[in-house]
C-alpha cells in the first residue's frame, strides 16, 4: 500500500479516542470511590473519625496523601503527552516529600525518647503495608489507563508518578480508618507502602505503556 | 510562542473537530518531513523499508492524535512521536538508530518520488486483518471510495463502516509491532 493510500485511509477514520482527562475523571473517580466503600464495609471508618478531622496531627496524614495524589495525577497527564517527559518538572513531589520528612522530624523530636519506638511500629505496620498497596490496585490501574490512552514517551517516570497518584488517593482513604496519629508512624509507613508501590509501577510501566 | 507559520496547528485543530479533508491536508504536509527524518536515519534500509517506518510513524500519529492539546504547538509533540516511533521501528528492524532531543532542526523534506514506493509490510498486515476489515481499508485505500460508498458496495450502514475502519486501524498497529519484530 501506497503511503498515499494510508493516508486517504486515515482521513476517513475520524473515530476520536476519549482524551486522557476524560478517561481519568471516568476512571479515579469511581475507583476511589469503590475503595472508601470498601474500607468502610471491611474494616469500617475509624470511630472518632470526626474528632480526628479537628485534630491537625491526624489531617496532615489525609492532606499530605491526598496533595501527593493530586500532584502526581497532573504529573501523569502531562507525561501522557508524547512532547510531556522533555516538559514535566518533577520537583512538586520534592515539596511533598519535604513535608512529609519535615513532620517526620518534628515527631521524632517531640515524643519522647522512650515512646519512640512504640509510635513508630504501633501494632499494625505490617497491615498497613499489605492493605494501602491493596488499596492501590484500582486507582494505580485507572492512572494506567489513562497512560495508555495517552502516548508516553517516558514509561518508567509516567509509571512512577502514576503509582504515586493512585497510592497517594488510596493511602488517603486508608486513613479513614487507621487510628495512627503519629507522623513516626505513618509517614514511615504510609511513605514505604506508597514507594513501593510506586517502583513496582515503574517497573511494569515500560512493558504495559508501550504504543 | 512564534505562530506557527506552516498552519499545521489550524488544519489538526479543524481534524481533531472532525473536518477529514483538512486532516488528510495535515497528513499529506507533515508526510515529506517525516520522510526525511526517516530517510536520514535509516537510508541504509533502503527505501522500501523507509517507507513502512513512515507508515508506522504516520498511524502511530493518526492513532494518537488526541493527545495533542489545541493550545499546544504542533511540532515538539509531532517530533516527540515520530522520535519515539523511528528509534522503535528500526530496533525492531535490529537497528539502533539515535534521534537527536531538539525539534525537526535541519529536516529535509522528502517527496516520494516520481513512482512513489510500495511499502510492504502495511499490505502483509491488512492480508491479517479478517476479510470484511481488509476490503473495507483496501476499498477506502486503493479505490479511494468514501466511507458511505463503501458501506453501500458492502450493504454496511455507515456508522459500521466506520467502526470497523478503526479498529482495524488498531489491530494493524497492534499487528505491525507484533510481527516486524
Known amino acids: 500500500m501506497k503511503t498515499d493510500d494510508l493516508i486517504r485511509v486515515l482521513a476517513e ?3 476520536r479516542p476519549m482524551a486522557p482527562r476524560t478517561v481519568l475523571v471516568l476512571g479515579l473517580v469511581p475507583s476511589l470511590a469503590i475503595i472508601a466503600f470498601a474500607v468502610w464495609l471491611v474494616l469500617g471508618f475509624r470511630p472518632d473519625l470526626a474528632i480526628s478531622m479537628t485534630t491537625p496531627v491526624s489531617v496532615a496524614r489525609i ?10 495525577t ?11 517527559s522533555g516538559k514535566v518538572r518533577l520537583w512538586p513531589l520534592a515539596v511533598v516529600a519535604a513535608a512529609a520528612l519535615g513532620l517526620l522530624l518534628w515527631a521524632y523530636v517531640t515524643t519522647p525518647a522512650e515512646a519512640r519506638q512504640m509510635a513508630m511500629f504501633g501494632k499494625t505496620f505490617v497491615f ?4 494501602i498497596p491493596l488499596l492501590s490496585i484500582l486507582p494505580v490501574s485507572s492512572m494506567f489507563a489513562v497512560l495508555r490512552r495517552g ?5 518508567a517516570r509516567a509509571g512512577f508518578v ?3 497518584a493512585g497510592s497517594g488517593f488510596a493511602t488517603a482513604v486508608y486513613a479513614l480508618y487507621c487510628t495512627q496519629d503519629n507522623p513516626l508512624f505513618y509517614v514511615t509507613w504510609f511513605g514505604l507502602a506508597i514507594l513501593g508501590v510506586s517502583l513496582f509501577s515503574a517497573m511494569i510501566a515500560p512493558r504495559v505503556l508501550h504504543w | 510562542m512564534t505562530g506557527q507559520t506552516d498552519g499545521w496547528g489550524q488544519l489538526l485543530a479543524a481534524a481533531n473537530a472532525g473536518d477529514a479533508r483538512a486532516y488528510a491536508r495535515f497528513l499529506q504536509a507533515i508526510t515529506p518531513i517525516l520522510r526525511g527524518v526517516v530517510r536520514a536515519k535509516g537510508g541504509g534500509l533502503g527505501a522500501a523499508a ?16 488526541h493527545t495533542w492539546a489545541p493550545d499546544a504547538p504542533v511540532r515538539p509533540w509531532l517530533y516527540a512521536i515520530t522520535r519515539y516511533k523511528v528509534v522503535d521501528a528500526f530496533r525492531a528492524r535490529g537497528r539502533k538508530v539515535d534521534l537527536p532531543i531538539e525539534d525537526f532542526a535541519d529536516v529535509l523534506a522528502a517527496d516520494a518520488g516520481p513512482d512513489p514506493t510500495e511499502a510492504a509490510d502495511m499490505e502483509k498486515m491488512i492480508g491479517m486483518l479478517d476479510g470484511r476489515s481488509a476490503e473495507i481499508v483496501r476499498k477506502i485505500g486503493l479505490e479511494g471510495v468514501g466511507v458511505a460508498e463503501t458501506g453501500r458496495a458492502l450493504a454496511m450502514s455507515e456508522g459500521a463502516v466506520r467502526v470497523a475502519l478503526h479498529r482495524a486501524l488498531k489491530t494493524l ?3 505491525r509491532e507484533r510481527h516486524v519484530k
Not at chain 1, 498497613?128 to 492493605?131: I, M, N
Not at chain 2, 523507509?50 to 492524535?65: G, I, S, T, W, Y
Open chain 1, 13 to 15: 477514520d475520524p473515530v
Open chain 1, 162 to 164: 502514576a503509582g504515586l
Open chain 2, 50 to 65: 523507509c517507507e513502512d517506518v513512515l507508515q508506522e510513524v504516520l498511524l502511530a500519529v493518526h492513532l494518537k492524535r
Open chain 1, 151 to 155: 502516548a508516553t514517551t517516558a514509561p
Open chain 1, 74 to 84: 497532573r504529573l501523569a497527564l502531562t507525561l501522557a503527552r508524547p512532547e510531556g
Open chain 2, 173 to 175: 498497529a497492534v499487528l
Open chain 1, 63 to 72: 492532606l499530605l496523601a491526598g496533595t501527593l495524589g493530586l500532584v502526581a
Open chain 1, 128 to 131: 498497613c503495608l499489605v492493605v
